[in-house]
């Protein structure tokens, strides 16, 4: 299994400003995604971090939006810019753990944004 | 495009009661998830499924799935209170793990006393 720490767990944010979400493993993970979870809503996948080259976003997501690192194998961050009311939601960070069989995804405690 | 269904979205029982929560997807699939949210929280791991066939309990909770009908159920017997939360079903594509996860919209279960 992974253990996922994930900063900050919440924050109120201004309009129009930026906040970036850390998300620290516990070990080397290949693969990191982002997710977004909008208020009663399911979660969608914003991206995938690659680690050494750029994220891969999906569709409705742009990197001006949502800027990703992945200096390393254990680490990635997700900055949300210019933020504005639409954008208060739950994002999670999920990694998945290779282990044949037991492959399985896990997802850390969520940073809930609130955007006043 | 990969599409997962989930059904029914609200559900309100009584404790004692048996229930299922269905969920169907679209395309093949490397793995089926269950998992559990509890209000403000992160998302719980309740079940991987793999194969054909699979069957997977704990405690109150048991999961299935059948790959050929594209279908997972979540069977939750004799509920108690404890049980309420959001039940997410989540299809892994082809590829490894490579592509992240597609969530179904989740069920809202309540229990009631």
């Known amino acids: 299994s992974a253990v996922i720490s994930q900063k900050p767990s919440r924050d109120i944010c201004q309009r129009g400003t930026s906040l970036t979400i850390q998300c620290q493993v516990d070990s080397q993970v290949t693969m990191m995604f982002w997710y977004r979870q909008q208020p009663g809503q399911s979660l969608t996948l914003i991206a995938t971090a690659n680690q050494g080259s750029e994220a891969t976003y999906e569709s409705g997501f742009v990197i001006d939006k949502f800027p990703i690192s992945r200096p390393n194998l254990t680490f990635s961050t997700l900055t949300v810019s210019n933020m504005s009311p639409e954008d208060s939601s739950i994002y999670l960070c999920s990694v998945v753990s290779f282990a044949g069989m037991n492959t399985e995804a896990f997802f850390g405690q969520g940073t809930r944004l609130t955007v006043v | 495009e990969l599409k997962v269904e989930q059904n029914p979205l609200f559900l309100s029982m009584q404790e004692g009661k048996n229930y299922t929560i269905y969920c169907n997807y679209s395309?093949?699939?490397?793995?089926l998830y269950w998992y559990r949210q509890d209000p403000g929280k992160s998302l719980e791991s309740l079940f991987v499924?793999?194969?054909?066939?699979a069957v997977k309990q704990e405690g109150r909770l048991m999961a299935s799935l059948d790959t050929k009908a594209r279908l997972s159920t979540l069977h939750i017997t004799a509920a108690v209170h404890d049980l309420s939360a959001t039940y997410f079903c989540?299809?892994?594509?082809?590829?490894?793990?490579?592509?992240?996860?597609?969530f179904g919209k989740g069920t809202h279960l309540i229990i009631q006393p």
């Open positions: 395309t093949t699939s490397d793995r």
């Open positions: 989540a299809v892994d594509p082809p590829g490894g793990g490579a592509d992240g996860l597609t």
């Open positions: 499924l793999l194969s054909n066939g």
